[in-house]
């Protein structure tokens, strides 16, 4: 079984400085990890993933998120938060197989304040 | 990434009525899949639909209640049949990219 967790339901933090999201998850294989963002009255938008490779990965936006093993983690970063980073955000999962279904987090609320 | 949409993007709808939500994508693609997120609450997968083949439901979901066609590649619904207020919630169909999921903007249903 798969699953994911995301621990804060909200980040609340000042345009300019640094934005963490976290995620911890939990896979019988290798994950396939992803983040997605979701604004009011809008779908789901593609921001990263972890397939393989370097733990770090970049996305949109100037996000980045870095893939840790150990810790089954795979945390959502951005160097300097803009008031427009205010959203939604989902962490998701699937294993590394032929059964393509994602596994999302409960979502975590951030606000970046001005 | 795939541009879907998605009909209606919004409805009220009578307790006791169905209601179908189309999903179109710009490009041919294998797999599409339709999600429920209840107010304030995650992404639940509700059924994943191949062309060709019945869609396969998630535990907690029965074809009576949400069928699913899927006539192409570029096409799918999900009807929500005969709604009370617990089907509130909005609908997502996504379709499988590279790797990652592309979603739709979301039907947003009110059932009174």
């Not at chain 1, 995620?23 to 963002?37: D, E, H, I, K, Q």
């Not at chain 1, 009011?40 to 840790?68: C, H, M, W």
């Not at chain 2, 590279?98 to 739709?104: K, L, M, T």
Request: charged residues 15%; neutral net charge; proline residues 5%.
């Amino acid at each position: 079984a798969q699953s994911v967790a995301q621990p804060e339901d909200q980040v609340n933090v000042a345009e300019g400085n640094p934005l963490t999201v976290k995620c911890t998850y939990s896979v019988s294989g290798n994950p396939y990890l992803f983040w997605y963002v979701q604004y009011p009255n809008r779908g789901l938008q593609f921001l990263l993933k972890y397939i393989t490779g370097d733990n770090l990965v970049k996305g949109s936006y100037g996000f980045e998120a870095e893939f840790n093993k150990s810790q089954t983690s795979f945390h959502l970063k951005k160097p300097s938060a803009l008031v427009s980073d205010s959203a939604l955000y989902f962490c998701a999962v699937r294993e590394n197989s032929n059964d393509y279904k994602l596994s999302f987090g409960a979502g975590t609320t951030v606000t970046v304040r001005a | 990434s795939a541009v879907i949409s998605q009909k209606p993007s919004r409805d009220i709808c009578q307790r006791g009525t169905s209601l179908t939500i189309q999903c179109q994508v710009d490009s041919q693609v294998t797999m599409m899949f339709w999600y429920r997120q209840q107010p304030g609450q995650s992404l639940t997968l509700i059924a994943t639909a191949n062309q060709g083949s019945e869609a396969t439901y998630e535990s907690g979901f029965v074809i009576d209640k949400f069928p699913i066609s899927r006539p192409n590649l570029t096409f799918s619904t999900l009807t929500v049949s005969n709604m009370s207020p617990e089907d509130s919630s909005i609908y997502l169909c996504s379709v499988l990219g590279r790797s990652e999921q592309f979603f739709g903007p979301g039907t947003r249903l009110t059932v009174l």
